[in-house]
């Protein structure tokens, strides 16, 4: 999933969105591209290495598959850091990105060697030793330290601009960039020190990992105002889930959080066993984290900028309200029922219809997002075999910009020196400008709407002058010839 689902979206998230937040190209795409089938195929390798354990050459296809999978990330971060500098515009939520990037390529770095660690384990007891050891603190530089980081500096640009919420405090985003790389990092440490020695003391420390990314998901919603109302004409299906995955990954972190009490305060009292540890609730903690507010999230923007991107108005595409009740159902029901099989065998049984939910509600999510990509296609072939737009129009804030580019395409001068970038791509003026309002330009790139619409409004009127002038000329003369 980290690799697979996670990872591709991050890198097409990357390449796509972060270059037109820089008002720039990407650099080097073609390098860019190369990412893709080198995570694939790294992604394919492992599997086979996995399911051939311990048969050769398993060992050799992991290996391998490291390798490459490295390569996919080192490749696309050295792209997007030669875009950053590019841009010479530096963001707050450049070092998220970045810090991101480095545990990204940290997992990567590290994923041969966990492959290693657990495939080629020579006893039972040495394979769960190991994966007691390794396992959780390489997970949290996965979903932590990768996907969690990434979706807090994508929030910083993305929320505020994409609905008009507020934008958060220098002095949160400061705080947030160090309290989690720092959690992360002492976390894993302290966690690996208490395998490695016996000492569970060091459990102590690696819990105030806990601790801190709870109070970094209860500050993010009241940092944005994010339950607040939003303008009636950013409403639209994204928001609900955005909403529901920063509810998830408060739920996520609190049990998190918990986890020390309640394995010595509610499950070692009740079941007896001699490790004071529940898989189970541990598991509950990690499925919230990642169905609820990672791929709720990825649901929830993608929801956005897919039809954005093609052209579509979102808040006329499909509502998504079936993914969003079978991917909350499915999770809710995941996390209790994986939580009660600590007590009650029978909770399995429950627990398998969870993901036949989730499955449900993203096989109607990815159908929504491959419509789209479709109905893009076919709206910029559309495009490019129409001739200019006639008729009586009115120049307003919910003018669409394909709408002034199509009648005044001297216009796009004017959208650019404004610091619209990603008009200056053809493909974007015959797709996402179909979708995009003047009023919503201006509020996702901090434009005064009125000063936009009164240089727009002067070049009209004296474009029209001019072709009423042209008219009355050609007029004069049919008239004098006849």
Request: overall charge positive; charged content about 15%; glycine content about 8%.
């Amino acid at each position: 999933m980290v690799f697979g689902f996670v990872g591709l979206f991050i890198l097409g998230f990357a390449f796509q969105a972060f270059p037109r937040f820089k008002h720039v190209s990407l650099e080097h795409p073609r390098m860019a591209i190369l990412a893709l089938p080198l995570m694939l195929a790294g992604i394919a390798l492992q599997t086979v290495g996995h399911l051939l354990a311990p048969c050769a050459p398993y060992l050799f296809l992991g290996m391998l598959a490291g390798l490459l999978q490295v390569a996919a990330v080192a490749l696309s971060g050295w792209v997007l850091v030669r875009t950053f500098r590019t841009a010479r515009k530096p963001e707050p939520y450049d070092a998220f990105v970045l810090s991101a990037w480095l545990w990204f390529l940290a997992a990567a770095v590290l994923n041969p060697v966990i492959f290693w660690l657990f495939e080629g384990a020579p006893t039972r007891e040495q394979f769960l030793w190991r994966v007691a050891s390794f396992n959780i603190p390489y997970r949290d530089i996965q979903l932590l330290g990768t996907a969690g980081i990434m979706i807090l500096g994508v929030s910083l640009r993305f929320l505020p601009h994409a609905y008009g919420l507020r934008e958060p405090s220098s002095r949160w985003r400061r705080l947030v960039l160090w309290a989690a790389n720092g959690a992360l990092v002492c976390g894993i440490a302290a966690f690996v020190l208490s395998a490695l020695t016996g000492n569970r003391r060091w459990l102590g420390a690696y819990q105030l990992t806990g601790l801190i990314w709870l109070a970094i998901a209860l500050s993010a919603p009241r940092q944005y105002r994010l339950f607040a109302s939003v303008h009636p004409s950013e409403r639209d299906r994204g928001l609900k889930f955005i909403r529901a995955a920063y509810s998830w990954f408060i739920v996520a972190t609190a049990l998190l959080a918990v986890t020390p009490a309640y394995n010595l305060l509610v499950y070692q009292p009740a079941v007896g066993g001699p490790s004071p540890f529940s898989h189970a609730f541990f598991g509950a903690y990690r499925h919230a984290l990642t169905v609820g507010f990672i791929t709720m999230m990825i649901v929830g923007v993608s929801s956005k900028v897919a039809p954005t991107l093609s052209g579509v108005d979102v808040r006329a595409a499909a509502s998504l309200w079936p993914t969003f009740v079978l991917l909350n159902l499915g999770n809710a029901l995941r996390v209790t029922t994986e939580i009660a099989t600590d007590y009650l065998p029978g909770a399995f049984r429950i627990m398998g219809v969870s993901g036949f939910l989730e499955v449900a509600g993203l096989t109607l999510w990815a159908a929504d997002v491959i419509r789209c990509v479709r109905v893009g296609k076919s709206l910029e072939r559309t495009a490019l075999s129409a001739g200019p737009a006639s008729g009586s129009w009115e120049l307003g804030p919910q003018t669409k910009i394909a709408e002034v580019l199509e009648r005044y395409p001297e216009s796009l001068q004017v959208f650019l020196r404004h610091g619209f970038a990603p008009l200056s791509n053809p493909v974007l003026r015959r797709t996402m400008a179909r979708a995009v309002t003047l009023e919503q330009a201006c509020r996702r790139e901090g434009v005064p709407l009125e000063t936009l619409l009164a240089e727009l409004r002067k070049l009209t009127s004296g474009r029209q002058a001019e072709r009423e002038l042209i008219q009355i000329s050609s007029s004069e003369k049919a008239h004098a010839g006849g």
